[in-house]
Antibody
Framework: EVQLVQSGAEVRQPGDSLKISCKAS????????IGWVRQMPGKGLEWMGI????????RYSPSFQGQVTISADKSTSTAYLQWSSLKASDSAMYYC???????????????WGQGTLVTVSS | DIQMTQSPSSLSASVGDRVIITCRAS??????LNWYQQKPGKAPKLLIY???SLQSGVPSRFSGSGSGTDFTLTISSLQPEDFATYYC?????????FGQGTKLEI
C-alpha cells in the first residue's frame, strides 16, 4: 500500500526554525514527485512546491520561494519542508502528496499525507 | 501564475440531485486539470485527472469534462458522502495552482 506519513503537530515561536517530514512507503521513492500544499485555517489549498527525489529537481511557487526549503532524503524515503525563521502567518496545515503518475507532474496528487499542523505563536 | 476560478463558491443541494461545478483557467491549460474532494479534517482526495479521467476507486457518478480554459465536474446523483469541498487544480505549469474551492452543502 502506498502511504505518506507526516510528522506530528508542532508549536513554535516566531523566529524559530522548523523541519517537518513526510515518510513514503509502498513504492519507489525516487520515481515520483512529491509536493507540499498549505491550507490556512478555514481557507483553500495553496501549492507550495514539488521535488523529484531521483535527482532533487525542485520547483517552488513564487509565493513561497525563499520562504521555505523543500528537500528529500533517498536513503530514508523522506521528504522535508523547512523554515529558517517562522512567522505567525506560517500557522497552517501542511500536506505532502505524491504525484499520481510516475515521473510526471501532470496527473494530480495521489495519495496525500495526513497533514502536519504548524502553530506559530508567542 | 495561472489563475483558477471556480463557481459557485458554495452550493446547496439534496441527495439525488445532479450537480455541476465549473472551473475556469486564466489561460489555456489544454486538459491538464484535476479535481479533488476534501472533507472536514481530512486530506484532499483525487477524483479526476487530465480533465476527464476517473481516478481508480472513485465512483462513476463523478465525471469531468472540458479543455482549454473551461472545465466542469459533474456529480450525477448526489450521495450523502459527497457533501464536501471540491477543488480544481491546473497541472499545466508550475506553480500548479488550485481554485478557491466549492463547498457543497445539504
Amino acid at each position: 500500500e502506498v502511504q505518506l506519513v507526516q510528522s506530528g503537530a508542532e508549536v513554535r515561536q516566531p523566529g524559530d526554525s522548523l523541519k517537518i517530514s513526510c515518510k513514503a512507503s509502498g513504492y519507489t521513492f525516487t520515481t515520483y514527485w512529491i509536493g507540499w500544499v498549505r491550507q490556512m485555517p478555514g481557507k483553500g489549498l495553496e501549492w507550495m512546491g514539488i521535488i523529484y527525489p531521483g535527482d532533487s529537481d525542485t520547483r517552488y511557487s513564487p509565493s513561497f520561494q525563499g520562504q521555505v526549503t523543500i528537500s528529500a532524503d533517498k536513503s530514508t524515503s523522506t521528504a522535508y519542508l523547512q523554515w529558517s525563521s517562522l512567522k505567525a502567518s506560517d500557522s497552517a496545515m501542511y500536506y505532502c502528496a505524491r504525484s499520481s503518475g510516475s515521473g510526471s507532474t501532470t496527473e494530480g496528487f495521489d495519495p496525500w499525507g495526513q497533514g502536519t499542523l504548524v502553530t506559530v505563536s508567542s | 501564475d495561472i489563475q483558477m476560478t471556480q463557481s459557485p463558491s458554495s452550493l446547496s443541494a439534496s441527495v439525488g440531485d445532479r450537480v455541476i461545478i465549473t472551473c475556469r483557467a486564466s489561460q489555456s491549460i489544454s486538459n491538464y486539470l484535476n479535481w479533488y474532494q476534501q472533507k472536514p479534517g481530512k486530506a484532499p482526495k483525487l477524483l479526476i485527472y487530465a480533465a476527464s479521467s476517473l481516478q481508480s476507486g472513485v465512483p462513476s457518478r463523478f465525471s469531468g469534462s472540458g479543455s482549454g480554459t473551461d472545465f466542469t465536474l459533474t456529480i450525477s446523483s448526489l450521495q450523502p458522502e459527497d457533501f464536501a469541498t471540491y477543488y480544481c487544480q491546473q497541472s499545466y505549469r508550475t506553480p500548479q495552482t488550485f481554485g478557491q474551492g466549492t463547498k457543497l452543502e445539504i
